[in-house]
T-cell receptor, first 116, second 112 residues
Framework: AQTVTQSQPEMSVQEAETVTLSCTYDTSESDYYLFWYKQPPSRQMILVIRQEAYKQQNATENRFSVNFQKAAKSFSLKISDSQLGDAAMYFC?????????????FGKGITLSVRP | DAGITQSPRHKVTETGTPVTLRCHQTENHRYMYWYRQDPGHGLRLIHY???????DKGEVSDGYSVSRSKTEDFLLTLESATSSQTSVYFC???????????FGQGTRLTVV
């Protein structure tokens, strides 16, 4: 069974600084997707970034980038130039590429606070 | 919001009563999911569906049943609600051609 682990329940960052959120996963699949979702206090689930396992290049979306280490099964999210609006809960998620069992598995999440 | 509507948005019910949550999508997307979110547990999959009348259990399916008699609706039923089922419930879909899931607004269910 696939598992996703986010070992840090909370983190804090100073506005304009950089913060890295950690995630590890366990799978026997070779082809899969990894995601980071953001959940602000509104409860809405927002996709932040996506990584395809067969791509060696790390995904980047504006201030958000990932460090994908496939052999280590590690998928961390780096937020640069942190803003107050980045304060939220962040979830790491995994999904195998194909099959009827292609379901999304989430980590427990990390609460990020941003200090002004 | 990818055309996903959950109803109701909030519900308070008594222990032992049946409860049905509805997830409605406006497109004919194949994959639909029900998750529950609890502090310290993240989102956990309850049931999912990959087509009409094609459903399967997730990791926390005990006490829940689902039905999908038409593509656009995925119903989650608590046959006899318990206090441990107090949670926020999310419906999600994965549209064809997409890899990620899109989520509804969530339903806050309180069982007293």
């Amino acid at each position: 069974a696939q598992t996703v682990t986010q070992s840090q329940p909370e983190m804090s960052v100073q506005e304009a600084e950089t913060v890295t959120l950690s995630c590890t996963y366990d799978t026997s699949e070779s082809d899969y997707y990894l995601f980071w979702y953001k959940q602000p206090p509104s409860r809405q689930m927002i996709l932040v970034i996506r990584q395809e396992a067969y791509k060696q290049q790390n995904a980047t979306e504006n201030r958000f980038s990932v460090n994908f280490q496939k052999a280590a099964k590690s998928f961390s999210l780096k937020i640069s130039d942190s803003q107050l609006g980045d304060a939220a809960m962040y979830f790491c998620a995994y999904r195998p590429r194909t099959g009827a069992n292609s379901k999304l598995t989430f980590g427990k999440g990390i609460t990020l606070s941003v200090r002004p | 919001d990818a055309g996903i509507t959950q109803s109701p948005r909030h519900k308070v019910t008594e222990t032992g009563t049946p409860v049905t949550l509805r997830c409605h999508q406006t497109e004919n997307h194949r994959y639909m999911y029900w998750y529950r979110q609890d502090p310290g547990h993240g989102l956990r999959l309850i049931h999912y569906s990959y087509g009409v009348k094609d459903t399967d259990k997730g990791e926390v399916s005990d006490g829940y049943s689902v039905s999908r008699s038409k593509t656009e609706d995925f119903l989650l039923t608590l046959e006899s609600a318990t206090s441990s089922q107090t949670s926020v419930y999310f419906c999600a879909i994965t549209p064809t051609g997409f890899t990620e899931a899109f989520f509804g607004q969530g339903t806050r269910l309180t069982v007293v």
